[in-house]
Every structure is written in C-alpha cells, then in structure tokens.
C-alpha cells in the first residue's frame, strides 16, 4: 500500500512557473513507477508524465515537453513536477499515481495505476 500526498499547486499567471511535490508514505516507494496525470473540469484524466523507477526513464505528453519536467528522489519518497511557460490551459487538478507494474515501459493509461492522490488545483490566468 502506498499513500500520494500532492502539495504545491496555486494560481499562477501564464508564463509562470509552479513545482508540485507529492510525499508517498507506506513500502517501497522505489518499487513503483510513477505517473502525473491533470483533469480539467468536464474532461477526461489525462496523461502528464511518467518516470521509471529509478528515474532512468522519463516520458511527456507532446503537450508538455520541454515545459514540464519530472523527478523524483526515493531517498525522500517524493515526486516532483517542475512546470514552466505555463498556459491557461495547463488549468486543472493535477494527481500523482503510482503503479506496481513490472513492465519495463512507460505507463500512460490511468487504468494502470495503483495508487493515487487527492490531487491539487493548479489554475494559470491570461
């Protein structure tokens, strides 16, 4: 079992920047691969980013690379998202996740995640 905390979102200017962090609590935080996924209001879960377990793989949504940037440090069982150049339409609640999955690939269907967070709001003005 793994519990995801999110923390860091806000409102936040377009062209601004925002660092949202998620504490995982409970076994083997480095077991899991892991996953940011967003949901703006009236639309599906959709896919941020993903990082293997030992962050020696990471993988964006076309919409999101070269802005975003994901990480993580298992020492401290956390997860990051770096978010710059932001747009209005980057608005929506970003959730962490967490898969046991074995597979040596990248994860990008919100079905093949375990664990997830309460998530956190992150709103960018015009």
């Known amino acids: 079992q793994v519990q995801l905390v999110e923390s860091g979102g806000g409102l936040v200017q377009a062209g601004g920047s925002l660092r949202l962090s998620c504490a995982a609590s409970?076994?083997?935080?480095?077991?899991?691969?892991m996953g940011w996924f967003r949901q703006a209001p009236g639309k599906e879960r959709e896919f941020v980013a993903f990082i293997m377990r030992n962050g020696e793989l990471t993988y964006y949504a076309d919409s999101m690379e070269g802005r975003f940037t994901i990480s993580r440090d298992n020492a401290k069982n956390t997860l990051d998202l770096q978010m710059n150049s932001l747009k209005p339409e980057d608005t929506a609640v970003y959730y962490c996740?967490?898969?046991?999955?074995?597979?040596?690939?990248?994860?990008?269907?919100?079905?093949?995640?375990?664990?997830w967070g309460q998530g956190t709001q992150v709103t960018v003005s015009s």
């Open positions: 996740a967490a898969s046991r999955s074995p597979m040596g690939r990248v994860l990008r269907n919100a079905r093949e995640y375990d664990y």
């Open positions: 409970g076994r083997a935080f480095s077991k899991h691969v």
